[in-house]
Structures are given as C-alpha cells and as structure tokens.
C-alpha cells in the first residue's frame, strides 16, 4: 500500500507529511449512508439558508474573510503540513486567493443575483414582462483534488453558499485537514453546520457523494477519474463541472525578453514542485533565442532549493507521493531514451525523501514523447524549438488537453492575436499560471481539460439555474395564436411572418393589413 495513507480496519484513513512521512493524523472514511445522511441534512438547511437576503448571507462570508485573514498562518501551515508546498506558495497561491474570492463575491454577488428584466424584440409578445430569475440548486458536492486543497473548494464552496446552495465536500484522501480548517472558519464565522459539511474519505467516499441526492457537482481532479465522474452523473442526468488536467504550453516568439520568459518558465513548471493544473507542460521557444533561453533556464534551476516547504527558504517541497514521483520518472526517462538532453535535474532526490525529485530541464523535446502528451505534473520543464509563429501555434494546438496556454513577446497585440489562435480556456501574455489568482477570470477548459467554469461571472452562472417568469400585461385579452383556427388564422400568420421578415417594405405593409384584418375575422374561444 502507498506510504502515504492507508485505510485502517476501524475505517480511519491515515494521512502523512510528504516530506517528512510523518503521521499527520487520521481522519474518519465516510460509509455511503453517512454521506447520503449527511446531503440529507445539507438539503434540509438549505431553503432557510436561500430564504435569507442576500446580504446576510455575505455578511457571513465576510466574517469569513476576516477569520481567514487574521489565521492565514495557522491555515498556510495546515496546508504547507499535509501538501508539502512551501508556505509562501500556500499563502499566494492558497490563502490569497480564497480571501480575494471572497471579496469577489462580496462586490459582486448581490447584483448578480438581482432580477433581470429580458426584453422581447418580437411584436407578439411586446405585451409581455420578461424577468430572470436565478435560483440556487439546493445541494451541491464538491469532489476535490490534494494539490489546490485549500483555494479550490474554499472558492467553489463560497460562491455556492452565496448563491444560496448547500455544500457536501469530499476533499482529497491526502489532504483532508486543509478541507477541515475551511469547514472549521465558516462555521466561527456563524455557518450552520448542515450547510457546509466535509465527508472525508477516499475514492469510495467521492462514488457515494455521486450517488447521493445532490443536486449538482463540481469535481476537480484527473481525467480519468472525471471521466468515471462523469459516467456516473450521466446515468443519473445530474449537472456536473468538471476541472480536469492540463498540459499547458508556453511560447517565447522571438521578440521576448529571454530573462523575463525564463523567469517564467522556471517558476511555471516549478511552482507547487510541478503540480499545478496550471503548469507550464511544455514549452516551444524561437529558434533565434532557443540556446539563450535554455541556458538562462539552466541557471535559474539550478539555483532552486527543493526541501521541506515549512522551511522559509525552500523553493520546491516534495511530490506527493510516490505515485506520482513514479509517472514524472517514467516521462523523463522515456524523454531522454527519445533523444531529449537532460540539462538540469533528471532524478529523484532520496537524500531528502522518498517524494523528491530534482527541478529538471528538458531540451530538444519532441511529440512523439510522453512528455509532451500526457500530464506529467511534476518539476519538469520540457522545451524544444519553433521556426514559425504559425508552427509554434500548431504546436500548441497539438494536444488533448486545452486548459491554459502562455504567450511571451515584447509585442503586446502580436502576444493577443497569437492568443486567439490557441485553443485553451484562458490564454496569457507575458505570466503563467496567475489567472487562477483573477477571481474575474473564468477558470477551466476545454476538450479533455473539462467542462464548465468556476470564478467570475460564469462561475456564479454555474451555482444557479435561470428560471425565466413571463407576466402578461393584459390579462384580460385572450391570445391571437389560441384556439379559434380556421383559413383565418392561417392567413392571420402568413401576413404577421411577412410584417416581421419579408424585406419589401410594401410587402410587409400588406402583411401587417392581411394579419389585421383576418384578426378580425376569427373568433377566439
Ligand atoms: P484524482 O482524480 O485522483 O482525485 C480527485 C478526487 O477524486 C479525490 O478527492 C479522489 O478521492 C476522488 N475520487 C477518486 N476516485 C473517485 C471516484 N471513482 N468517484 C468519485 N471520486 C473519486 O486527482 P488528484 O490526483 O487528486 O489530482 C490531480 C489531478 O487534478 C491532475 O490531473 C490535475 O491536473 C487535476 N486538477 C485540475 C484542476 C483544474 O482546475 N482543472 C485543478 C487542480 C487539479
């Protein structure tokens, strides 16, 4: 069995420091009918909770905000403890980002949820009111993955709560204490318990949570798994968002400052030891700066201390588990039997740990490696070379996955227009991986990389479903499409359709006499 966890006889799942192997702690596997008890008692809160206005609902998660702010070192430290990043990333990529989620909803949520007027361009219906209307789903589950363990469900969770939802978490069976202090806050900031709930547990647990009487989940994790995730909500025809892997590319055009875009790429496919969804997983650089930019990469990684992330000066913390540190040693091996230069790192590091392994530099890649196609998520940054603008956008486009993409040049409408030619759901010029920090900027992906959004507008959209009320200004007409048929009516409608879309204007002059005067002629019952 894995050293990281372990599922015990009496159903505790142990969890472990990654880069210690020390216990953590343990932590109860929810059985099915515990979660299904627990989305029951989630359900029953939950109408009370959308009673509420608005504002105090916001009111909570700004308590929420507050707490989290003044306790953003225990909470980095939980988080540094049981994911193995350093505390500086658990505060900036972690913390950081649920505080700014926060605010995002508290300046935005309570316009958002305001009714809004639809008005209608078709003559028929100008006597008719049109308002939308957004109403919370009820129950949502949130399946999440170990290495965003606290910002992703800390924002997926508040913009449901906001929106007037009910959480049921499954956190990852590797970081489940994160998931706890996010429970552990909302409820010192007044929550009712039912309203956010943490079921930990491992992949049996996140099944059962599927199965329950949910009404919408947001998973976030490996294809594979959303894959599964997806068949079983298909079976039950229940709304799923799916945040799933990545392989991100980064271009350097030829006009790029190379010590800029080195800096870039070293910390984009360094970052979180490689285990961003958002990592830099390949990167296509001009041939005119090629040899430049792998030497100013080389430099930078080497300069990198991987170590323990509680300590201050540790750059990159462990992989976390074995598992992984196994695929991210399979791809570079693979790499470099296909001819790629090794010309930073290429191996584990055991005098640290068993989940170690050096920040690695890759040149002179090619697509026909894993590397280039599979995920590897881990401290490995693979790079070959472009002649072309068109060959590096063909490059990029060459892929399964279509979560982000980065453009580097000294030239800001070229970086937008090559932007537009990338397939990914979010495109940076000239930064890596910090649109996830943007709480305006809608996150996810398209082809294998998922389905759906979180953050922003389009993130709020997905918490909600639209119900449209139509309220009729005369109620005391009755409707000229009603019955009453007959070759009046026929001709009633051939004159309306040639009123509204014949362009002759006598045409539609006659329409409009025809539609009246058979109008007249009918009688409606
Ligand atoms: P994973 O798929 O192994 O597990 C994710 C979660 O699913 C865990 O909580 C796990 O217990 C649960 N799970 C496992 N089997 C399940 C099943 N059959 N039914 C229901 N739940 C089940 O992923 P991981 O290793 O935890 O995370 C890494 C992956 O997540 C990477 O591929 C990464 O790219 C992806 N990721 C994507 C995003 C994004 O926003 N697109 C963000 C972070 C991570």
């Excluded at 225990?74 to 540094?80: D, E, K, L, N």
């Excluded at 082809?447 to 005391?476: C, F, N």
Aim: charged share 20%; aromatic share 8%; glycine share 8%.
């Amino acid at each position: 069995m894995n050293a990281i966890h372990a599922e015990l006889a009496h159903e505790q799942l142990v969890v472990l420091n990654p880069a210690t192997q020390e216990t953590i702690g343990s932590v109860p596997v929810f059985a099915p009918d515990e979660v299904a008890a627990a989305v029951e008692r989630a359900r029953a809160a939950q109408p009370l909770w959308a009673a509420k206005p608005i504002r105090e609902r916001l009111a909570l998660i700004r308590r929420f905000q507050e707490l989290l702010c003044a306790q953003k070192d225990a909470v980095s430290a939980v988080i540094t403890r049981e994911a193995g990043k350093p505390l500086g990333e658990a505060l900036s990529t972690e913390v950081l980002v649920v505080l700014d989620g926060a605010q995002y909803l508290l300046d935005n949520a309570a316009e958002f949820l305001l009714p809004e007027h639809v008005p209608h361009a078709n003559l028929a219906m100008k006597l008719k009111r049109g308002t939308l209307l957004r109403e919370p789903y009820g129950v949502f589950g949130i399946i999440s993955p170990w290495n965003y363990p606290f910002s992703l469900p800390s924002v997926q969770a508040l913009t449901a709560l906001a929106m007037g939802n009910a959480v049921v978490l499954k956190p990852s069976e590797f970081t489940p204490f994160t998931s706890l202090e996010l429970q552990r806050l909302l409820r010192d900031a007044g929550l009712s318990a039912d309203l956010l709930q943490v079921v930990t547990g491992a992949g049996a647990t996140g099944g059962a949570l599927l199965q329950a009487k949910i009404d919408k989940m947001i998973f976030t994790g490996s294809v594979a798994t959303g894959k599964k995730v997806a068949q079983a909500a298909a079976a039950r025809l229940l709304p799923v968002i799916l945040e799933l892997g990545g392989k991100d590319p980064m271009i350097v055009l030829d006009d790029a400052d190379v010590d800029v875009a080195s800096s870039a790429a070293v910390w984009g496919a360094f970052m979180n030891a490689g285990q961003t969804c958002l990592s830099v997983e390949r990167c296509y650089v001009h041939e005119s700066i090629y040899e430049k930019f792998l030497a100013a990469c080389t430099a930078k990684a080497g300069k990198l201390r991987p170590g323990n992330g509680a300590d201050p000066n540790t750059d990159i913390g462990p992989m976390i588990h074995a598992r992984q540190l196994a695929t991210v040693k399979a791809h570079v091996q693979d790499a470099v039997a296909r001819g790629a230069r090794v010309l930073a790192g290429g191996a584990p590091l055991p005098q640290l740990g068993p989940n170690f392994f050096a920040p690695t530099l890759l040149a002179d890649v090619t697509h026909q490696m894993d590397i280039m196609r599979e995920e590897t998520f881990g401290p490995v940054l693979p790079v070959c070379s472009f002649k072309t603008d068109d060959e590096a956008v063909a490059l990029a486009n060459d892929s399964e996955f279509g979560l982000a993409a980065s453009v580097f040049t000294g030239n800001k409408s070229r970086g937008e227009q090559l932007a537009r030619r990338i397939n990914a759901g979010t495109v940076m010029v000239n930064d890596v991986i910090c649109c996830f920090g943007i709480s305006e900027a809608p996150h996810g992906g398209i082809k294998a990389s998922g389905i759906g959004r979180t953050h922003g507008r389009y993130g709020l959209e997905e918490m909600v479903w639209p119900k449209y009320v139509d309220s009729d200004q005369m109620p005391k007409m009755k409707k000229l499409w009603w019955y009453g048929y007959g070759p009046a009516f026929r001709s009633q409608m051939q004159g309306f359709i040639e009123l509204l879309f014949t362009r002759n204007l006598t045409n539609r002059v006659r329409g409009a006499a025809k539609s009246i005067q058979s109008y007249l002629g009918r009688k409606l019952f």
